[in-house]
């Protein structure tokens, strides 16, 4: 069986980008309405941040069978959302004079290995309930990093992909080259 027109695509969930993104709207959806105070207008940015993050995954995901274009601008979307979620959280520790954890400090590299080797939100929500609201930022600021660098990554597997094979239009217009010249030697 040759090339499909549109091919099978959109299974967003496996990706870890998606599955990061969930897990840090999670912890943001539960931090914001744990520790922030009713009516404090930053729980729906911050809260509508990371649904963005992780939505603009899902819709991307979904659009790429057709539209490269699509994909790339949506994860760009989703990244720009996640950078906003990540400046909130230190704004966070800044106006409540909590620490961030520092580069080499045990927190911040244990915390960088458990991103690495987990990336199911239940793990992180049970950690997240018994922590203070500072260490809870923190893991979210980790998880924002490594969602950023995979992000970074899809993007960079995407535009050579494009560069390499084209879009849908290209793809259309060889299937139909293709299928021409088979018509024709028939």
Known sequence: ???????????????????????????????????????????????QAARSGKQNIVEGSMASATSAKTEIKLLSV??????????????????????????????????????RDHN???YFMQLALTRPPETIANMTIVLLKQ??????RQLQRLGDDFLKDGGFS???????????NNNSRK
């Not at 912890?27 to 922030?36: G, P, S, V």
């Not at 990540?86 to 244990?110: A, C, I, M, P």
């Not at 969602?147 to 970074?152: E, P, S, T, V």
Request: proline residues 1%; aromatic residues 10%; hydrophobic residues 30%.
């Open 170 to 180: 290209e793809r259309m217009t060889r299937m139909r080259k293709d299928n021409r």
């Open 78 to 115: 989703a990244k720009a959302s996640l950078h906003e979620l990540h400046e909130d959280f230190e704004d966070y520790l800044k106006t409540h004079n909590h620490r961030q954890w520092e580069e080499g400090s045990v927190e911040l590299d244990t915390m960088r290995q458990l991103g």
């Open 1 to 47: 069986m040759g090339e499909e027109l549109i091919p099978q695509r959109g299974n967003y969930k496996k990706l870890l980008s998606y599955q990061k993104a969930d897990v840090i709207y999670q912890l943001t959806y539960h931090f914001c309405h744990t520790f922030l105070q009713k009516g404090d207008r930053t729980i729906d940015q911050m809260v």
């Open 120 to 122: 199911d939100a239940e």
């Open 147 to 152: 969602a950023d660098y995979l992000l970074h």
